[in-house]
């Protein structure tokens, strides 16, 4: 998979874009990630990619003929998605993540200061992506956020040993705790069951784990994940303790 990130800060990618998992994946050629110098598209002397905003107010706001050409010039014929970084897109999520790894190739666009230009947006975004509820300086974080994300959905980026499927939100649910040793620390003991061979055990007990964990931290996604029976049985006993549990210790009214 193709990457091809347009931003004013190229340098800003070293670092969490060669290490660890990324790295590893670039150097098998399993992603490419391909950086774009926006100031490379000016045509001015002073290499201008920013001017303040028509009709006053502070701050400046990324020009449109730069972007454009740089956005035109990098995708070329292709019809891939071209992705504006943005505190007013639609919300990044692990769903998002799994659709955009379909593509073989994606551009990612990274605004600055208070914006690009409305014009950019309509002659040559695809999609407006936020990662969040709450205003970055620039769309690098982003555009690494989405890099990571999306990267360790495509096939053999995360080696046969570590799956992406039981991932927090890969199953609609959050993942069950995870131990390692040692067996006991500070009194702190690994649930006994981790280490009793009994694999079957095991499966159900990080299942009942994952639905208590998402039960407790994040009803929300209840609404929507795919359950089973067993899985609706188990949440309804939860319920039955919780319903105890307040009984036991409503206050006298
Ligand atoms: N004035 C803009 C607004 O109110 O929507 C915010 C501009 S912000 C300071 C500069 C750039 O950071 C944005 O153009 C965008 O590319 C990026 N950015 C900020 N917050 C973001 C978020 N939550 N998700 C993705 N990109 C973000």
């Given at each position: 998979?193709r990457?091809?990130?347009?931003?004013?800060?190229?340098?800003?990618?070293?670092?969490?874009?060669?290490?660890?998992?990324?790295?590893?994946?670039?150097?098998?050629d399993l992603?490419?990630?391909?950086?774009?110098?926006?100031?490379?598209?000016t045509?001015?002397?002073?290499k201008?990619?920013?001017?303040?905003?028509?009709?006053g107010?502070?701050?400046?706001?990324?020009?449109?003929e730069p972007?454009v050409?740089?956005i035109?010039?990098?995708?070329?014929?292709?019809d891939?998605?071209v992705?504006?970084?943005?505190?007013?897109?639609?919300?990044?999520t692990?769903?998002?993540?799994?659709?955009?790894?379909?593509?073989?190739?994606i551009?990612?666009?990274?605004?600055?200061?208070?914006?690009?230009?409305?014009?950019v947006?309509q002659?040559?975004?695809?999609?407006?992506?936020?990662i969040?509820?709450f205003?970055?300086?620039?769309?690098?974080l982003a555009?690494?956020?989405m890099?990571?994300?999306?990267?360790?959905l495509?096939?053999?980026?995360?080696?046969?040993q570590?799956?992406?499927?039981?991932?927090?939100h890969a199953?609609?649910?959050?993942?069950?705790?995870?131990?390692?040793?040692?067996p006991?620390?500070?009194?702190?003991?690994?649930?006994e069951?981790?280490?009793s061979?009994n694999h079957?055990?095991?499966e159900?007990?990080r299942?009942?784990?994952?639905?208590r964990?998402?039960?407790?931290?994040?009803?929300?996604l209840?609404?929507?994940?795919?359950?089973?029976?067993?899985?609706?049985?188990?949440?309804?006993?939860?319920?039955?303790?919780?319903?105890e549990?307040?009984?036991?210790?409503?206050?006298d009214?």
């Amino acid at each position: 998979m193709r990457f091809d990130i347009l931003t004013l800060f190229p340098a800003m990618f070293e670092g969490p874009m060669t290490e660890s998992i990324l790295k590893r994946a670039q150097d098998n050629d399993l992603i490419q990630v391909h950086y774009h110098d926006i100031r490379d598209y000016t045509t001015d002397k002073h290499k201008t990619t920013d001017e303040p905003p028509a009709g006053g107010g502070g701050g400046m706001v990324m020009k449109v003929e730069p972007l454009v050409s740089a956005i035109e010039s990098v995708r070329g014929e292709d019809d891939c998605p071209v992705i504006l970084t943005s505190a007013q897109g639609r919300t990044f999520t692990q769903a998002v993540a799994k659709e955009l790894a379909q593509y073989s190739r994606i551009l990612i666009v990274c605004g600055r200061y208070e914006g690009v230009d409305e014009r950019v947006i309509q002659l040559a975004i695809t999609d407006e992506i936020s990662i969040g509820d709450f205003v970055l300086t620039g769309g690098e974080l982003a555009a690494m956020v989405m890099v990571d994300a999306i990267s360790r959905l495509v096939p053999g980026v995360l080696g046969a040993q570590w799956g992406a499927e039981d991932d927090s939100h890969a199953t609609g649910l959050l993942e069950y705790p995870q131990y390692t040793r040692p067996p006991e620390f500070r009194g702190l003991s690994i649930p006994e069951v981790l280490t009793s061979g009994n694999h079957q055990a095991v499966e159900k007990w990080r299942r009942q784990q994952s639905l208590r964990r998402t039960w407790q931290r994040r009803p929300d996604l209840l609404q929507t994940a795919p359950l089973t029976d067993k899985d609706r049985w188990f949440l309804a006993e939860l319920a039955q303790e919780e319903r105890e549990y307040y009984v036991g210790t409503s206050p006298d009214l």
